[in-house]
């Protein structure tokens, strides 16, 4: 097997990518649903997200706010299961961490018992009280800023965010709340670049960008998006970088042409009848019904 990007092996930590960023090395962030994209994303990158982006890439719905608690323990589970190398991180979905710090703490601390390392949640400020109350149970929290998708309604459509004055000094104002309030990094989304790399410079935790421009401490796309396997309109911060979609149905369907035309199975392909069992079977006949 040959990868374009840097294998690893050792297990990465919470203090490794706090390293990743002392030393100018940019962390790598893809999100995984279910085991086999797991496998695929394990050697490749430095963290995996069970991300609530299940509900629009996977479950086909509009947007991230119907996926629930017993969705993403699913869909961890199955990524929990092969024991990835990558930090495991699992996205609390909308309203699992909004009614009160024990409720917040039940759901959180049932994706640790799950498998998943850390988990991440949306919001600035009005977060900081579920922040501090995971982090005292020792529960890490990656924390989630700008075009947050959980919003939607509020921000009227998925805009990037912190494009007013006001905007972007909040925004900064909110990532060193939550950095104060114990966050160990930040998911910088749909942000200008100027506006991230100034929060990236000004935080001591990493900040991993998605629409936020180069200057973050690393980078995630969505698994699907990387390899082309969605077919909707793509915003212009995804790179992809194979037309999966494509790929994947072309061979799809030549199996499917080899089996009309017979040519799909061959013998080896098959199982075999024992010597002795040959001709019984061939000899068989269905006894009269009664
Ligand atoms: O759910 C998700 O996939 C995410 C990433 C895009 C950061 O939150």
């Keep these: 097997m040959s990868f374009t990007s840097e294998q690893h092996c050792e297990r990465i930590t919470i203090p490794s990518l706090q390293q990743y960023k002392t030393q100018g090395r940019r962390i790598t962030m893809t999100t995984a649903y279910d085991a086999v994209s797991a496998r695929i994303a394990d050697p490749v990158v ?72 850390a988990v991440k949640l949306e919001g600035g400020a009005k977060r900081v009280k579920m922040v501090r109350a995971l982090v005292d149970c020792e529960i890490p929290v990656m924390g989630h800023l700008g075009l947050t998708p959980q919003s939607v309604n509020v921000m009227g459509g998925f805009k990037v965010q912190g494009k007013s004055g006001g905007d972007a000094v909040g925004l900064l104002d909110d990532a060193h709340r939550l950095q104060d309030a114990g966050c160990f990094a930040l998911v910088l989304e749909g942000i200008p670049a100027e506006l991230a790399a100034r929060a990236t410079e000004s935080l001591s935790i990493p900040t991993i960008g998605i629409g936020a421009g180069p200057g973050c401490s690393g980078q995630v796309l969505v698994f699907h998006d990387v390899l082309g396997l969605t077919q909707d309109r793509r915003p212009k911060f995804v790179r992809t970088y194979a037309d999966g979609f494509q790929l994947l149905q072309e061979a799809l369907s030549c199996w499917a042409t080899d089996v009309r035309s017979g040519a799909f199975p061959e013998p080896q392909e098959s199982y075999r009848l024992p010597e002795g069992l040959t001709s019984t079977v061939a000899n068989w006949k269905p006894s009269r019904a009664t």
């Design 46 to 117: 430095d963290v995996i997200l069970v991300g609530d982006s299940v509900g629009n890439v996977c479950l086909g719905l509009d947007n991230t706010l119907p996926v629930s608690m017993a969705m993403m323990n699913h869909h961890l589970e199955a990524v929990a299961r092969t024991r990835p190398r990558a930090l495991l991180v699992a996205d609390m979905p909308f309203l699992s961490f909004h009614v009160s710090p024990e409720e917040t703490i039940c759901n959180a601390g049932g994706f640790l018992q799950r498998g998943a390392d």
